[in-house]
């Protein structure tokens, strides 16, 4: 069966300046014959001159982080609305290193979720076991719940996405074995579908840790896996490129 339209995202975390842009100009120089959707979530200081200089590209631009509050007396935070306005139509949330470095729940996931559908993005919501929960075989429980905690009722039939990130594979060079990926992937898909009824079936569950051009090709065909999101491998456009190809088997290789 033919995958639908996979998603490669890029996830620049705290890299990249003004002339770093080179970077992202380059890719979208090179999505000639590209199947996949394709999008660079670079820090807030970047997105709107990456939108400027994608615009007419067919790569989006995403953030990487949203607060819940549409505006008001929160230093140093920024609003979907905000990203919205600087040129994003996507944003990362939930992210492992924001789980764990600044204690958001998933009750604060999922309303970060509702404030990007407010202001028209669309979200990638990441979730991941740690080593620890993995060892004691916990992944798949924990991962479900964090989906179930994660998502909110009102992203029914809108845009959206699901990124399955192990925390020990995020800039390890490590990664789960196909199966494993698999296992994960097929049991956020029925969350999904038991949350969603059949719309579940529809967003793409992206996998992300440690994927580089050299095991895209693999990861992206298993089963259940829509795309990727991909880290330091992002940071170069070779390297991107790379991966994105792998995510297109109609298109070059
Ligand atoms: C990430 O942090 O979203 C990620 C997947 O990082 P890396 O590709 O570097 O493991």
Redesign the pocket.
Same mark, same amino acid.
């Given at each position: 069966m033919t995958k639908p339209q996979p998603l490669i995202a890029g996830?620049w975390?705290m890299n990249g300046l003004a002339a770093s842009l080179s970077e992202a100009k380059a890719v979208a120089a090179g999505l000639t014959e590209i199947t996949a959707r394709v999008a660079i979530c670079p820090s807030a200081t970047l997105i709107a001159q990456m939108a400027l200089a994608l615009k007419g590209t067919s790569v989006a631009v995403g953030g990487q982080d949203c607060r819940a509050e549409a505006s008001g007396a929160f230093t140093g935070d920024v609003a979907a609305e905000q990203l919205a306005d600087a040129g994003a139509s996507l944003v990362i949330l939930g992210?492992s290193e924001r789980r764990a470095g600044y204690g958001e729940t998933d009750a604060l996931v999922a309303a970060k979720v509702e404030a990007a559908l407010r202001a028209g993005l669309e979200p990638i919501v990441c979730v991941g076991e740690t080593l620890e929960q993995r060892e004691a075989g916990e992944a798949l429980a924990v991962v479900a719940a964090q989906v179930r905690g994660s998502l909110p009722a009102g992203l029914s039939g809108r845009a959206y996405s699901v990124a399955y990130?192990p925390v020990w594979?995020?800039?390890t060079g490590l990664t789960p074995t196909t199966p494993e990926i698999e296992d994960v992937h097929r049991a956020i898909r029925a969350v999904l579908v038991d949350m969603f009824g059949e719309a579940g079936r529809a967003p793409p569950i992206l996998y992300?840790?440690? =994927?580089k051009p050299s095991n895209a090709v693999e990861i992206l065909a298993a089963d259940e896996v829509g795309g990727a999101? =991909?880290?330091?491998?992002s940071l170069k456009a070779e390297d991107f490129l790379g991966i994105i190809r792998a995510g297109s088997p109609n298109g070059s290789r």
């Open positions: 996830n975390k992210h990130e594979a995020i800039g992300g840790g440690s =994927v999101l =991909v880290g330091g491998a």
